[in-house]
């Protein structure tokens, strides 16, 4: 499987869910603080189109989810490790 890149801020309770979500779940990822580096927060708002909502995660492929919930980020997951 590739690299899962979760794009948050610890100050984001969906972020700290879904963050949650995959380490239950033994997903590695990469996690990438747009907080606190400026270039990060603009990388996220292009991949999910404009959108300024967090997290962004960048699945293996490109598939990109905004704001996932766990079923989502579940069904996703699971797609990107068939």
Do not use: Q, S
């Amino acid at each position: 499987m590739g690299e899962i890149v979760l794009y948050g801020a610890d100050w984001c309770g969906d972020c700290r869910r879904a963050k949650a979500w995959l380490r239950e779940n033994g997903v590695p990822f990469t996690e990438v603080d747009v907080e606190h580096d400026e270039a990060a927060r603009e990388r996220a708002v292009e991949i999910a189109g404009g959108r300024k909502n967090i997290p962004v995660v960048v699945l293996p492929g490109g598939r990109v989810l905004v704001e996932p919930t766990n079923v989502e980020l579940a069904e996703a997951v699971r797609a990107a490790t068939a």
